[in-house]
């Protein structure tokens, strides 16, 4: 059974950075997409950066595009999420999300509905 574990959550001020890692284990396949959602107080959950772990693609939300990065380190079966920048906007409990196989393409790959595993969250924190 897969399962994620987040780490690097935190808080900082506007304009810092913080980088979220996410660990896979009990993996069965030998690639999977794998990313990052957010979920803010009463807004819905929604897609921030995905990759697949077998070619490195990524897909990314308009908003966060030229200032996170996701990255992935195949040897320890993890995938990071570099955030720089970072706006009071972008505070939210952050998720890792994984699931069999590539990234869909077009808008699937922001739909949380996709993803069969995911982890417990961090929560970040970015204060003005």
């Known amino acids: 059974q897969e399962q994620l574990v987040e780490s690097g959550g935190g808080s900082v001020q506007a304009g810092g950075s913080l980088r979220l890692s996410c660990a896979l284990s009990?993996?069965?396949?030998?690639?999977?997409?794998m990313g990052w959602f957010r979920q803010a107080p009463g807004k819905e959950r929604e897609g921030v950066a995905v990759i697949y772990t077998g070619g490195g693609s990524t897909y990314s939300a308009d908003s966060v595009r030229g200032r996170f990065t996701i990255s992935q380190d195949n040897a320890k079966n993890t995938v990071y999420l570099q955030m720089n920048s970072l706006k009071p906007e972008d505070t939210a409990m952050y998720y890792c999300?994984?699931?069999?196989?590539?990234?869909?393409?077009?808008?699937?790959?922001?739909?949380?509905?996709?993803?069969?595993?995911w982890g417990q969250g961090t929560q970040v924190t970015v204060s003005s």
């Open positions: 009990g993996y069965t396949y030998s690639s999977y997409c």
């Open positions: 999300a994984a699931d069999t196989g590539t990234c869909p393409s077009g808008g699937t790959w922001s739909a949380a509905g996709w993803y069969n595993y």
